[in-house]
């Protein structure tokens, strides 16, 4: 299905996913000024409907991961540089290029199962990115890219199922992991509790 025949995602949200909206929404309509674009200039560069730019920008809708990457694409930026919050942007030059305090931490929910996903590395720009994964009961990691560079990670706790290409692995709390970001790959949490992951990519292009 098209974004055009999307008139809105996500518009359930409670508070959380609300704010999470309105600030994803006032970067995207800062990147795209920064860039001196309309709307519609933008939506025909990311395949993305004008109307869809427009909710989301005013925070009426809680964009998919596949529609962020199409606009991070289209205005040249990671998809992390929609998640950045204000004290992230105010903390000082010094401290932003090696530290992140826990209460700038960007945050996406990813689809209808709310993984979630914190970045914990403190810039946006290298080649070493690393988060915390939240996988509730039942959620699935549907929206993981694929591409050059390499994966891993370890699990802080509870149990997931991973699979890498053809095999799949259980793993539990203390467990770790790694390989190429190339070979398809996903996360399932089958249990009946929330599991917690490091996620760790070393990326060689800048499309996380």
Same mark, same amino acid.
């Not at 959380?16 to 704010?19: N, R, S």
């Given at each position: 299905?098209?974004?055009?025949?999307?008139?809105?995602? +996500?518009l359930?949200?409670?508070a959380?996913?609300?704010?999470e909206?309105? @600030? =994803?929404?006032?970067?995207?309509?800062?990147?795209?000024?920064?860039?001196?674009?309309?709307?519609?200039?933008?939506?025909?560069? %990311?395949?993305?409907?004008?109307?869809?730019?427009?909710?989301? &920008?005013?925070?009426?809708?809680?964009?998919?991961?596949?529609?962020?990457?199409?606009? @991070?694409? %289209?205005?040249? *930026?990671?998809?992390?540089?929609?998640?950045?919050?204000?004290?992230?942007?105010? %903390?000082?030059?010094?401290?932003? #290029?090696? *530290?992140?305090?826990? !209460? +700038?931490?960007?945050?996406i929910?990813?689809?209808? +199962? #709310?993984?979630? $996903?914190?970045?914990?590395?403190?810039?946006?720009?290298? &080649?070493?990115r690393f988060?915390?994964?939240t996988?509730?009961?039942? !959620?699935?990691?549907?929206?993981?890219?694929?591409?050059?560079?390499? $994966?891993?990670?370890?699990?802080?706790?509870?149990?997931?199922?991973?699979? =890498?290409?053809?095999d799949?692995? &259980?793993?539990? &709390?203390?467990?770790?992991?790694?390989?190429?970001?190339? =070979?398809?790959?996903?996360?399932? +949490?089958?249990?009946?509790?929330?599991? $917690?992951?490091?996620? =760790?990519?070393?990326? @060689?292009?800048?499309?996380?």
């Open positions: 299905m098209s974004d055009s025949a999307l008139p809105a995602e +996500n359930d949200v409670d959380d996913e609300q704010l909206a309105m @600030r =994803i929404g006032q970067r995207l309509r800062a990147l795209r000024a920064e860039r001196g674009l309309t709307i519609l200039e933008l939506a025909a560069k %990311a395949g993305v409907s004008s109307g869809s730019i427009s909710q989301i &920008e005013r925070g009426a809708s809680n964009p998919s991961v596949s529609t962020l990457q199409k606009l @991070r694409a %289209a205005l040249g *930026v990671t998809l992390w540089s929609f998640l950045e919050s204000d004290g992230a942007a105010a %903390a000082p030059a010094r401290e932003a #290029q090696y *530290v992140r305090r826990q !209460a +700038n931490r960007p945050r929910v990813v689809g209808t +199962n #709310q993984l979630t $996903k914190e970045l914990l590395s403190p810039r946006d720009n290298n &080649e070493l988060m915390i994964l996988v509730p009961p039942g !959620a699935a990691s549907g929206s993981f890219l694929s591409g050059p560079g390499d $994966k891993g990670g370890y699990v802080l706790s509870g149990r997931v199922e991973l699979t =890498i290409g053809d799949v692995f &259980e793993i539990g &709390e203390g467990d770790s992991f790694q390989f190429p970001s190339t =070979i398809p790959h996903q996360v399932v +949490n089958r249990s009946g509790a929330e599991a $917690k992951l490091v996620w =760790i990519i070393n990326i @060689r292009e800048s499309h996380l």
